[in-house]
């Protein structure tokens, strides 16, 4: 794990937006495209905009979701509403785009078809909740088990979290493994309390350990006060 500090958000988005754009040029240096997995939520708001602007070959990138809420995609919570409105503009335009969910009407067929569009990405971008989930692989979830088992098949899962609204599209630990690099993007004291706590001792209690504990794949923390 490689921990970078920032003192302030903007300094954390400028340079995350950098790193990203980076990896990006170089996947399609490396083999002509690229595949981006983002979460969602209010945080990476300025991240997406910033990403908009990058001057990187956008016709050749895929963005995807690393979990989406199963709603429809003009819901205010829609993960993929975010990404349009704030990541898929300007120089980003061009850039394919694959959602989790088309309709929220069937969360399995959702889920089977969401599994067969998978493609490894070349960067996913995590985030991580005050209960250290992160996805959408929630403490307490009934299919935690199967979202953190290294060796599931589905890269993609239906999640029912206890301790948040709406049922959630996720990818799976599994999945997330066969990335070319994962960052994760994290503000504030009680965030970075617990993911030193994580940092201690796997434990289903804090899914976001078991990222931390694996040597499978890069990671990095970006963490700003």
Request: aromatic share 6%; charged share 20%; net charge negative.
């Amino acid at each position: 794990m490689n921990w970078l500090e920032f003192p302030e958000a903007k300094q954390q988005t400028d340079a995350l937006a950098n790193s990203v754009a980076s990896r990006l040029s170089a996947a399609i240096e490396s083999r002509g495209n690229a595949v981006l997995a983002v979460s969602g939520g209010k945080s990476p708001i300025p991240f997406f905009q910033l990403m908009a602007e990058m001057a990187i070959d956008w016709k050749r990138i895929t963005i995807t979701l690393v979990d989406e809420r199963f709603v429809a995609p003009d819901h205010p919570d829609s993960n993929a509403g975010l990404v349009r409105a704030h990541l898929l503009q300007n120089r980003a335009a061009p850039a394919r785009f694959l959602p989790l969910v088309r309709e929220a009407k069937d969360i399995d067929a959702e889920v089977a078809a969401a599994c067969r569009d998978f493609v490894a990405p070349d960067v996913a971008i995590l985030g991580m909740g005050e209960d250290g989930h992160t996805a959408s692989l929630f403490p307490g979830a009934p299919e935690l088990t199967a979202g953190l088992d290294p060796a599931n098949a589905h890269p993609i899962l239906a999640v029912t979290p206890q301790t948040a609204p709406h049922r959630r599209i996720s990818m799976s630990y599994a999945a997330l493994l066969q990335s070319g690099s994962l960052i994760l993007s994290i503000q504030g004291a009680k965030k970075r309390e617990i993911l030193e706590a994580a940092s201690r001792a796997v434990s289903d209690t804090l899914p976001i350990s078991y990222f931390l504990a694996q040597d499978k794949v890069p990671l990095d923390v970006y963490w700003s006060a």
